[in-house]
């Protein structure tokens, strides 16, 4: 098969040899018993990083935000998210049909909400309205293109929510790009929030994977969810040894899809037509505008397959690049060219 230059998202990485022999070495058990000693060493782990109680692990990041939603909230609640999140719009309404809630969309500027578009959006005492029970926030901010989230801001919405009596969930599906980006430990992130979902199978190079940490009787009942939800796991050892493999080697070298990231900014800004900031690039998402190329995003990325690079149409004018573990600097290099080539006869 041909190699491509895979810059849809950073979920297309494949296990390193090394992970697959930590995957193969692994001690495993009944999870759904609690028996499976490299689960719970993941757990324990992911828990100590984030400074939480406790932490479970689920398939993937979209059940860890279900979850999440459903053990915090009452059917008929709602909760307040960006417009642009990860829950409201690319998990399939599951909030709707699992836990019952509605949202309450606040558009935030690349994915980051003020407090006080949140204070106006809290629901007054009044039997008429739905109870506003929470609050998500996405740090970093997949459609915000990898925006971080300033943890003053962070604190903020946190010091609000509990003046309101109101839950707080981070989807920190990118917390550790977050994270390096910015110098700021996951557990300052997470100290502010009720509960945190992580990701290992996105820029950390897992295959499968993600948690959902918070206090030990959240997780408890997270844990009876996950069994209804049908995320409980047998010896899931195999994949969790994977992701310890991966907080243990994958985290430090972020910083360089971020460097990458950055430089395929500064090169698609150079192309006549495209719109892009690279001030804006902050961590390995980039998302930027082509219609002044006279193309649409279709028609790039369709061109563009031919010369070795995947890359995501978004929108009517958007794509974004996702750069991992698996795109080197000299891929960055070969994408620009092919950037260059596709979009050139557009330019003349
Ligand atoms: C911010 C964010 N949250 C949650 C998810 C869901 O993760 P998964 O694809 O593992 O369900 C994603 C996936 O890209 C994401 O970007």
């Given at each position: 098969m041909k190699d491509f230059i895979d810059l849809r998202s950073d979920t297309v990485t494949k296990p390193t040899p090394a992970m697959r022999k930590a995957m193969t070495e692994a001690e495993v058990g009944d999870d759904v018993f609690g028996e499976d000693p490299t689960v719970n060493a993941l757990q324990e782990k992911v828990a100590r990083i984030l400074g939480k109680e406790a932490s479970i692990f689920v398939p993937s990041g979209t059940m860890a935000n279900q979850l999440a939603i459903k053990s915090h909230t009452q059917p008929g609640d709602e909760v307040i998210i960006e417009a642009t999140s990860h829950p409201y719009?690319?998990?399939?309404?599951a909030s709707a049909v699992l836990s019952a809630v509605q949202f309450y969309c606040l558009k935030g500027s690349r994915g980051i909400l003020e407090a006080s578009q949140i204070e106006e959006a809290i629901r007054p005492d009044d039997h008429h309205f739905p109870v506003t029970r929470l609050i998500c926030l996405e740090n970093t901010h997949n459609r915000g293109g990898g925006s971080i989230y300033p943890i003053q801001r962070i604190a903020e919405i946190s010091r609000f929510a509990k003046s309101k009596g109101l839950l707080l969930h981070l989807d920190g599906a990118r917390l550790w790009n977050a994270s390096v980006a910015s110098g700021i430990k996951p557990q300052e992130y997470a100290q502010w929030a009720d509960s945190v979902s992580v990701c290992l199978s996105k820029g950390l190079g897992a295959p499968i994977g993600s948690l959902v940490a918070g206090s030990k009787t959240f997780i408890d009942r997270v844990h009876r969810f996950r069994k209804m939800f049908g995320g409980g796991m047998r010896q899931a050892g195999i994949i969790a040894a994977a992701g310890i493999y991966a907080l243990d080697h994958h985290i430090d070298r972020l910083k360089e899809d971020h460097q990458n990231a950055k430089r395929l900014a500064l090169g698609l800004k150079e192309i006549k037509g495209i719109s892009i900031d690279p001030e804006e690039v902050e961590t390995n998402i980039l998302i930027f505008d082509v219609a002044g190329t006279g193309m649409t995003p279709l028609q790039v990325r369709d061109t563009i397959k031919k010369e070795g690079v995947l890359i995501h149409a978004v929108g009517k004018t958007q794509i974004r690049l996702v750069t991992h573990l698996d795109v080197s600097k000299d891929d960055i290099e070969t994408a620009l060219k092919a950037f260059k080539k596709v979009l050139r006869p557009i330019q003349s």
């Open positions: 719009n690319f998990e399939g309404g």
